[in-house]
Each structure stands twice: as structure tokens, then as C-alpha cells.
């Protein structure tokens, strides 16, 4: 059962917005996901229509717009479920389809196709999310470079490591995702896992990504226990070592 809290609050992402764009509806849907993320409390669900979603806020501010900055990222929030793949008409979690309404969280700001000025990190999980989960999305071309290290959720983020995914002291549920066409100059194209970490990982695909260094698929130096089942590795590079997995 999804949000069955009789306190839950569902809100709801559209691609370009829509109505009041507050995402209190599928008619007033928003394309500002950081913002219904920020919105939302423990228990809360983020549905999502099909389409493509850009970070535009952030990840060390998430209250403030920044068009175009490579530090913005989606940053996901203790106990928030966030579910992608809606045409953006249901009332039932049920009538849910990820392979038909493909939604897209992207990292290619700026000039469209040049790489070097897209986010640093797609996704960013960091610090206790507790039973927070990002389900049914393909995060693609994140470009981490520059080893820049902000403090996010107080723990430090290398802007070098995980283009898709950075997780850091994290134990998120990560579900039908596809990490695609992610870059680290470091460690972890496609995922960065390190800290006390453990997170969840279940019908994922990771497919061309590509790390300058370790992990092109996945890099992990966690303490934690990782669990990943049902996953493919597919078409992943690192110019030393795991061009799938470093472990």
C-alpha cells in the first residue's frame, strides 16, 4: 500500500507545469520536483508523469532557483517516496506503467549536448532518508568533475564521484531505475556509494556509464551493507579498475 497514512500527502510532478503549478493535483502539477520534494514529509509520496525533469535548485540550497548551476541535484528527503512512470491521469498507484510513461530525471543543463556544463550529480542521497525511495525513473548525464566538496545534509559531496547517483552515509530504496550515459572524473559513473551506507537496490539497470578512474558501473567504499538484486550491468567503462563494479 502506497501513502496510506491518513496524514499522507500525495503531490504530484508534470512536465512543464501546469494549473497553480503548486503539485497539489495532476492539474496543478509541477516540473519543479525539488520543490514538492522540499514540500513533503515523512510518509509522504511525489508522484511524477512521464517526461523529462532537470535539478534546478542547488543541493546546498534547495530553497533558492538556480538555472543552470553543475551543483544542482535532485536531493532526496527522509521517508519521501518519489515514483516516476504516470501518464499523469491516475488516482491508483496501481495503474502505474514505467515502461510506457518513461520519466527522466537529466543532468544536461546548459548547452544541450555538451557534456562538461551538465550537473555534477543527478541524484544525491545523503544522511538518513529512512524509509525514503526514488522508484521508476532513468537518471542520465550527470558529469562529475572538479572535486569540488560541498557539505550536503552535513556530510561532504566530492563533485568528482557518482554523475547518477551519489550516496553518501545513505540507505535509500532504489527501485526499476535505468543509470544511463553518466560521467565521474573519479569513481562511480553511474553510482557513488561510501560512508555508513546500505542502501537498497532492486530492478536496476546501469548501461554506458563511464569512470576516468574506478567503478564505471557502481563504485562503492561504504561501511554498510549494499543489497543489489535484479540488476544489469551493461556497456560500462573505467579506464583501471570495475568497469561494471568496484567493490
Same mark, same amino acid.
Request: hydrophobic residues 35%; proline residues 2%.
Given at each position: 500500500v502506497v501513502?496510506?497514512?491518513a496524514w499522507a500527502t %500525495?503531490?504530484? @510532478?508534470t512536465p512543464g !507545469?501546469?494549473?497553480s503549478n503548486n503539485g497539489a493535483?495532476?492539474?496543478?502539477?509541477?516540473?519543479?520536483?525539488?520543490?514538492?520534494?522540499?514540500a513533503s514529509s515523512s510518509g509522504d509520496t511525489v508522484w511524477v508523469a512521464a517526461g523529462t525533469y532537470y535539478p534546478n535548485r542547488k543541493a546546498t540550497d534547495l530553497a533558492t532557483i538556480a538555472a543552470n548551476d553543475r551543483s544542482n541535484a535532485f536531493v532526496l528527503k527522509s521517508?519521501? %517516496?518519489?515514483? @516516476?512512470?504516470?501518464? !499523469?491521469?491516475e488516482t491508483y498507484f496501481s495503474q502505474r506503467n514505467i515502461s510506457t510513461n518513461v520519466t527522466i530525471l537529466s543532468g544536461d543543463l546548459g548547452a544541450v549536448g555538451t557534456s562538461t556544463d551538465n550537473a555534477y550529480h543527478v541524484v544525491i542521497s545523503s544522511g538518513d532518508v529512512g524509509s525514503g525511495e526514488l522508484n521508476g525513473f532513468t537518471i542520465t548525464k550527470g558529469y562529475a568533475q572538479n572535486a569540488v566538496e560541498p557539505t550536503v545534509n552535513g556530510n561532504t559531496v566530492n563533485s568528482a564521484r557518482g554523475g547518477g547517483i551519489y550516496c553518501v552515509a545513505s540507505s535509500p530504496t532504489l527501485s526499476n531505475?535505468?543509470?544511463?550515459?553518466?560521467?565521474?572524473?573519479?569513481l562511480g559513473g553511474g553510482i557513488n556509494i561510501e560512508g555508513?551506507?546500505?542502501?537498497?537496490?532492486?530492478?536496476v539497470t546501469l548501461n554506458s556509464n563511464t569512470s576516468n578512474q574506478e567503478g564505471g558501473g557502481l563504485y562503492n567504499a561504504s561501511s554498510g551493507t549494499v543489497s543489489?538484486?535484479?540488476?544489469?550491468?551493461?556497456?560500462?567503462y573505467a579506464l583501471y579498475h570495475g568497469g561494471a563494479l568496484h567493490n
Open positions: 501513502g496510506s497514512s %500525495k503531490r504530484y @510532478g !507545469g501546469s494549473g493535483s495532476w492539474a496543478d502539477g509541477t516540473s519543479d520536483i525539488q520543490k514538492i520534494i522540499n521517508g519521501v %517516496k518519489i515514483f @516516476g512512470g504516470f501518464a !499523469g491521469t531505475l535505468i543509470i544511463s550515459s553518466n560521467y565521474a572524473d573519479y555508513a551506507s546500505s542502501p537498497v537496490l532492486s530492478y543489489i538484486t535484479n540488476a544489469s550491468f551493461t556497456a560500462n
